[in-house]
T-cell receptor, first 109, second 116 residues
Framework: GESVGLHLPTLSVQEGDNSIINCAYS??????FIWYKQESGKGPQFIID?????DKRQGQRVTVLLNKTVKHLSLQIAATQPGDSAVYFC????????FGRGTSLIVHP | DTGVSQNPRHKITKRGQNVTFRCDPI?????LYWYRQTLGQGPEFLTY????????KSRLLSDRFSAERPKGSFSTLEIQRTEQGDSAMYLC??????????????FGQGTRLTVV
């Protein structure tokens, strides 16, 4: 069946560096995508979303890029901080949000 | 309205007992979703409601699981005759669905179920 997956299960960066988290999706009918941040013991926290009629969207310190040709999504975090350490999920949305495994981001001070 | 609220936050129960969780969505949201999450995995879809109608159920939702949203506001998820394999975090999310499409889904903090 269709699935959402992440390329890297763990990403380690130094504080102040930029982080890039990647996500591949396979359902070409998905028209909406969301990035979530999840800290240990908490529910997923909405970060940023993008619709399929866009290829880039920027938020505060975060940018999401969507490449529909290769079905790829990325989350860029500028000037990564220790508080950014968490698991990041991308969710694709055809009629419900469907999640992949997630990428653990570790920020070293 | 401060967001999606789930109760209880933690539940420990003995195998074979029934448990019920509650979710209060963001008040103006007409869609409500239930997910289950185990350690190291992403949330897995269980079921969703649009207003009071349950529109989709996953194969993960066995006969021991039942969800309701009687007035299109809060929802309950009941697990009967719990098994150790039911131990997980149960997450609720809500969103809006209009002719313009869906909006972002916001999650609650989850209910951590431990079956002993």
């Amino acid at each position: 069946g269709e699935s959402v997956g992440l390329h890297l299960p763990t990403l380690s960066v130094q504080e102040g560096d930029n982080s890039i988290i990647n996500c591949a999706y396979s359902n070409s009918a998905s028209d909406y995508f969301i990035w979530y941040k999840q800290e240990s013991g908490k529910g997923p926290q909405f970060i940023i979303d993008i619709r399929s009629n866009m290829d880039k969207r920027q938020g505060q310190r975060v940018t999401v890029l969507l490449n529909k040709t290769v079905k790829h999504l990325s989350l860029q975090i500028a000037a990564t901080q220790p508080g950014d350490s968490a698991v990041y999920f991308c969710a694709e949305w055809s009629y419900i949000p469907t999640f992949g495994r997630g990428t653990s981001l570790i920020v070293h001070p | 309205d401060t967001g999606v609220s789930q109760n209880p936050r933690h539940k420990i129960t003995k195998r074979g007992q029934n448990v019920t969780f509650r979710c209060d969505p963001i008040s103006e949201h007409n869609r409500l979703y239930w997910y289950r999450q185990t350690l190291g995995q992403g949330p897995e879809f269980l079921t969703y409601f649009q207003n009071e109608a349950q529109l989709e159920k996953s194969r993960l939702l066995s006969d021991r699981f039942s969800a309701e949203r009687p007035k299109g506001s809060f929802s309950t998820l009941e697990i009967q005759r719990t098994e150790q394999g039911d131990s997980a975090m149960y997450l609720c999310a809500s969103s809006s669905s209009t002719s313009g499409g869906v909006t972002e889904a916001f999650f609650g903090q989850g209910t951590r179920l431990t079956v002993v």
